[in-house]
């Protein structure tokens, strides 16, 4: 079945540092959404990727999606204590309903 | 209102007990889910909903029997579970089977 691959698993980072998590799909995606899930919370909807080679900002996030629809990456420049949690990267499949296919989670530790 | 609300936030049941989860959403979406999560690791779709109607149930035991009364509820009825069942369980919805989905904050089920 459809597989999600996520890396890493766990990043420690100083303050200030950049972070990237990234996710591969044995498959290709209609689209890729990332979630952020803080310690003892929720996941909380970051963005959705749908176009081939799409790239997004928000503030100090960049997220990219895989010209062949398959991977996509989640960039941090400049991270914050702030920024703490566990980052999730979900893939969507054609045909209307929103299976999301979670990949493992990368659990960011930022060091201040 | 964006809100899932899900109650109750903790459950602690026997495995002899029969209970119920419930989620409740106002944002018109017509997709629903279940997801259960354990410690450390991504949210594992149990159930969808799509226009009220079961679309989607990924194997899950029968001890698990989900239930969506209107387009605004979802509540999933527990009866005869495991300890192994323990777990945080999440709802959500979507607007459409490809857009963000918002999750509740969770019922934290210890089954003892």
């Known amino acids: 079945g459809q597989q999600v691959m996520q890396i890493p698993q766990y990043q420690h980072v100083q303050e200030g540092e950049d972070f990237t998590t990234y996710c591969n799909s044995s498959?290709?995606?209609?689209?890729i959404q990332w979630y952020k899930q803080r310690p003892g919370g929720h996941p909380v909807f970051l963005i959705q990727?749908?176009?081939?080679?799409e790239v997004k900002k928000q503030k100090r996030l960049t997220f990219q999606f895989g010209e062949a629809k398959k991977n996509s990456s989640l960039h941090i420049t400049a991270t914050q204590t702030t920024d703490v949690g566990t980052y999730f990267c979900?893939?969507?499949?054609?045909?209307?309903?929103?299976?999301?296919?979670f990949g493992a989670g990368t659990r960011l530790a930022v060091h201040p | 209102d964006t809100e899932v609300t899900q109650t109750p936030k903790h459950l602690v049941m026997g495995m002899t007990n029969k209970k119920s989860l419930k989620c409740e959403q106002h944002?018109?979406?017509?997709?629903m889910y279940w997801y259960k999560q354990k410690a450390k690791k991504p949210p594992e779709l149990m159930f969808v909903?799509?226009?009220?109607?079961?679309?989607i149930n990924e194997s899950v035991p029968s001890r698990f029997s989900p239930e969506c009364p209107n387009s605004s509820l979802l509540n999933l009825h527990l009866h005869a579970l495991q300890p192994e069942d323990s777990a945080l369980y999440l709802c959500?919805?979507?607007?459409?089977?490809?857009?963000?989905?918002?999750f509740g904050q969770g019922t934290r089920l210890t089954v003892v």
């Open positions: 959500a919805s979507s607007a459409r089977g490809d857009t963000e989905a918002f």
């Open positions: 498959t290709t995606l209609s689209n």
């Open positions: 990727l749908v176009k081939s080679g």
């Open positions: 979900a893939g969507g499949r054609d045909g209307g309903y929103n299976k999301l296919i």
């Open positions: 944002m018109g979406h017509r997709a």
């Open positions: 909903y799509s226009y009220e109607k079961l679309s």
